[in-house]
């Protein structure tokens, strides 16, 4: 059975960066489109970015656009979701999803198979 696990959030400064990552384990990481999103509190889940499965493509929510990358090591069987800049509004629980379906990922958090128990990622003003 395939699992998530998210790793690298914590408490930054806003301006500051991390480096969120998304571990897969029971099965091959380059059979899925990958997502992330994230849930802030009081608020709905909300698309962050998603990527294909070999890299090719990647796709950003444009409250992120300029400011996170996405990107995925399939021999590592691991996603990344390099945060940079972030500000106040950036702080949320931030999940990574895989989907089988679908080669190139999606924007609907629907859309998505797995789901990993997310890491939280707190910006202090």
């Known amino acids: 059975q395939v699992q998530l696990v998210e790793s690298g959030g914590g408490l930054v400064q806003a301006g500051g960066s991390l480096r969120l990552s998304c571990v897969v384990s029971?099965?091959?990481?380059?059979?899925?489109?990958m997502g992330w999103f994230r849930q802030a509190p009081g608020k709905e889940r909300e698309f962050v970015a998603t990527i294909s499965r070999n890299a090719d493509a990647t796709y950003y929510a444009d409250s992120v656009k300029s400011r996170f990358t996405i990107s995925r090591d399939n021999a590592e069987n691991t996603v990344y979701l390099q945060v940079n800049n972030l500000n106040p509004e950036d702080t949320a629980v931030y999940y990574c999803a895989a989907v089988e379906k679908l080669p190139y990922g999606s924007i609907r958090g629907s859309d998505y198979d797995i789901w990993g128990q997310g890491t939280r990622v707190t910006v202090s003003s």
């Open positions: 029971g099965g091959a990481l380059r059979w899925y489109g």
